[in-house]
């Protein structure tokens, strides 16, 4: 079987400014990483601050170019898949739950955007209730504010 998300050799460098008078550096944020992550999978990427895992992820999904290597999805380079169609297959899950929900919005409308954008679903409420059971939270939490769930339960 081959990996669903496989990076190969992925590099990532950024040109700095060291200072007024000092000719531009060159920054190594990630230095040749080779993953695979098969289908059911799941990855965890652990190191200290500054040790380039935001950049790593920001590569696997296909928001910051990598400077050398490639990542492939299905088996496709992902620069060749078009963003819409990329952001369909690969969704972050970001760390703090608390913050990546407007508080403003309903759950039920929270969820449903995302379906309407990518032409997945209308009426949006029947796949937001699918959607919901599909990671264990009942339908009833649909007219709820995000401060009505658990940080889990947000995640």
């Given amino acids: 079987m081959s990996a669903l998300l496989q990076a190969d ?16 550096s060159t920054l190594h944020a990630v230095n040749g990483v080779d993953l695979a992550v098969e289908r059911g999978a799941v990855l965890g990427i652990v ?21 050398e290597g490639a990542v492939r999805l299905d ?7 078009d963003r819409r169609a990329l952001a369909r297959r690969v969704q972050p899950v970001f760390q703090d739950p608390y913050s ?12 449903s955007l995302p379906l309407e954008v990518h032409g997945i679903a209308n009426p949006r409420q029947h796949k937001a209730i699918e959607m ?9 939490v649909l007219p709820r504010r995000p401060h009505a769930l658990s940080g ?4």
């Fill in 75 to 81: 088996g496709q380079d992902i620069r060749g898949l």
């Fill in 100 to 111: 990546s929900l407007n508080p403003r919005r309903t759950i039920a409308s929270i969820v």
């Fill in 9 to 24: 050799g992925v590099s990532r460098q950024f040109s700095v400014r060291a200072g007024m008078f000092r000719p531009r």
């Fill in 47 to 67: 190191g200290e601050s500054g040790s380039g895992k935001s950049t790593l992820a920001r590569m696997l999904l296909g928001l910051t170019p990598p400077t």
């Fill in 132 to 140: 919901l059971e599909r990671v264990g939270l009942p339908a009833a």
């Fill in 152 to 155: 889990g339960q947000r995640q």
